[in-house]
């Protein structure tokens, strides 16, 4: 059993990570039952019945990765914040290339990748995708590159019949080979994914679509990304590409 193991290692230390603004159970059992002499996490709801350390809970809107790193400040005061790196081998790099060269996209060819995945209202419709797909690429010039895993078929496939233009289709692939192919885009686009936070640490241009969770705590924070909020849960095609259009810098009456 994962809790008998985790107590046969007899842990000094064990973290509940989870997010600083809400209770999590699971984080809260783990750490509890880890046999650990001490227990540190931020003070939420039932906090005291887990934990042996407990530090004041984070300020309202923090982003996640500014929680996660002040849950070590009792242990490392002067702990700096650093960027987050995804960081790729050689093989994965040699797959896209490979892969890139197969749909004959060059290392001069511009190209976009679009993740249209996410979970429940998270997801911001193939229509919607498609739409900006045709607003774009006419524009741009740009070659189209749509990423997803079998959750996606369906949706890339209704993209497929509402573009005007043609676009490969990435899937059955590791997370590091996806990474690999972002790493040589000009523009990734997706919602509130784990793929727009790998495109986010290879220091890609990306634009966030966030519909319903707050991006304040979980969007972008580089000076490369471009966050489009939804108003009760819907973003209007218009901002996303006007959002594009001031990330390649491409003035709003060209095409839109």
């Known amino acids: ?4 193991e985790l107590r046969r290692n007899k842990y000094d230390l064990a973290i ?3 997010d600083g603004s809400h209770f999590s159970l699971n984080g809260s059992i783990l750490t509890r039952f880890s046999g650990a002499r001490y227990r540190l996490g931020y003070a939420r709801e039932n906090s005291a019945s887990f934990l042996n ?3 004041p809970a984070p300020p309202p809107d923090t982003p996640i990765a500014s929680a996660l790193r002040d849950v070590l400040k009792p242990m490392m005061p002067g702990l700096r914040e650093y960027p987050t790196v995804f960081y790729l081998n050689d093989e994965d790099r040699m797959f896209a290339n ?9 290392e001069y060819d511009s190209f976009f990748v679009f993740h249209p995945g996410g979970k429940g209202k998270k997801r911001w419709g193939a229509e919607n995708f498609a739409t900006l797909i045709n607003r774009i690429a006419g524009v741009t010039g740009a070659r189209i590159v749509v990423a997803g895993a079998e959750e996606e078929r369906e949706t890339i496939e209704i993209m497929k019949s509402r573009t005007r233009i043609g676009f490969d289709v990435l899937e059955s692939v590791t997370v590091s080979q996806m990474a690999a192919i972002i790493e040589r885009c000009d523009l990734f686009v997706s919602g509130d994914t784990g793929p727009m936070h790998v495109a986010v640490a290879l220091g890609r241009p990306v634009a966030a679509i966030f519909l319903t969770s707050n991006h304040l705590i979980y969007g972008p924070r580089t000076k490369n990304s471009r966050i489009v909020n939804g108003v009760d849960g819907k973003v209007a095609v218009d901002d996303v590409v006007n959002a594009i259009w001031d990330l390649l810098s491409i003035e709003p009456d060209s095409g839109t």
């Open 16 to 18: 509940d990570a989870s």
């Open 1 to 4: 059993m994962f809790i008998l």
């Open 53 to 55: 350390v407990i530090i």
């Open 98 to 106: 490979d892969w890139l060269h197969e749909r004959d996209i060059s």
